[in-house]
């Protein structure tokens, strides 16, 4: 009699599904509207760059896309509004970017160099110095521009490069951040430089400047975010139409909306969103060494 052998039931590996994550859900969801919310003003701007600037001006707003977007854009970049066709987009925006640079470069330099003075040399009054400097950020621009407009005045530099930079160059908060950020480097590592031979500039240069790359990042993208947008301090020292910058630029026009004639409001546009591109890609380029110069301490 053959055997009849019963074959083993097969068993088939379970499935763990990960649960659902509103959470996730709902914090994309909330990045995403924050998203759009901050691009939608850039949008419209773009979107009424391209309709007639007298179409606007009859009937306001609208949602529709024109024909008029390559003409605002060579006019805004290549068109003058003084007659001394000086005061181009171009032109502006490089002014814009010489004092944005040109600010960053030199309060991340000056502020450097004072905190090292402040913590590796053994001054009687270092802390003395520091505390005066850090007061200082309670003394805004508007209540020393006069003074510094009148020394800037008596010294010659007004509508020069140095007027302009020069005299805003010293920097509160980059020196109080690069003063921590010293105060946190080993005392292991200050002595092992000494046991090398290396002298106060070598070892500023060779050690600390490279230690302190992500804090010269942050530093950077603040400093630089805050010399593009000044105002009130160029158009003070600066008279010449060579020399106008960006926000000048888009400050005129809009003093002229208020004149007679037909607004330039696709103009205006276009060096609005122009203004707005260096800073985001200089945060953008940065954002990484921005957060980790605010944040981390490893050296």
């Known amino acids: 009699m053959a055997d009849i052998t019963q074959?083993?039931?097969?068993?088939?590996?379970?499935?763990h599904r990960a649960p659902f994550r509103w959470g996730a859900v709902v914090n994309h969801a909330v990045l995403i509207a924050g998203a759009l919310f901050m691009i939608a003003p850039l949008l419209m701007l773009v979107q009424m760059s391209t309709i007639?600037?007298?179409?606007?001006?009859?009937?306001?707003?609208?949602?529709?896309?024109?024909?008029?977007?390559?003409?605002?854009?060579?006019?805004?970049?290549?068109?003058?509004?003084?007659?001394?066709g000086e005061t181009t987009g171009l032109n502006m925006f490089r002014n814009s970017m010489i004092l944005g640079l040109g600010f960053a470069v030199g309060k991340?330099?000056?502020?450097?160099?004072?905190?090292?003075a402040i913590v590796y040399f053994r001054l009687r009054f270092a802390t003395l110095a520091f505390w005066l400097i850090f007061t200082t950020l309670l003394l805004p621009l508007e209540v020393r521009i006069v003074p510094s407009y009148e020394i800037t005045q008596k010294l010659g530099l007004l509508n020069t490069w140095t007027g302009l930079i020069v005299p805003l160059i010293?920097?509160?908060?980059?020196?109080?951040f690069f003063r921590q950020f010293f105060m946190s480097v080993p005392e292991e590592l200050v002595e092992a430089a000494k046991i090398d031979g290396a002298g106060p500039v070598k070892f500023f240069v060779d050690i600390l400047v490279p230690l302190s790359r992500t804090m010269i990042a942050a530093m950077f993208i603040i400093m630089f975010v805050y010399g593009w947008?000044?105002?009130?301090?160029?158009?003070m020292v600066s008279t010449e139409e060579g020399k106008f910058t960006l926000v000048q630029g888009i400050k005129q026009i809009t003093q002229s909306l208020e004149g007679g004639h037909i607004p330039e409001f696709g103009r205006s546009n276009i060096l609005a969103v122009l203004a707005v591109i260096p800073p985001v890609a200089v945060v953008v380029f940065f954002q990484r060494w921005f957060v980790k110069g605010l944040t981390d301490s490893d050296k």
């Open 52 to 84: 007639p600037d007298a179409e606007i001006l009859r009937s306001g707003p609208s949602l529709e896309i024109g024909d008029r977007f390559g003409a605002n854009v060579d006019k805004a970049l290549f068109g003058s509004m003084s007659y001394s």
């Open 170 to 176: 010293a920097s509160a908060t980059a020196t109080f």
């Open 108 to 116: 991340i330099v000056i502020a450097m160099m004072a905190a090292y």
């Open 229 to 235: 947008n000044q105002y009130l301090w160029p158009t």
């Open 7 to 15: 074959a083993a039931p097969v068993t088939r590996p379970k499935i």
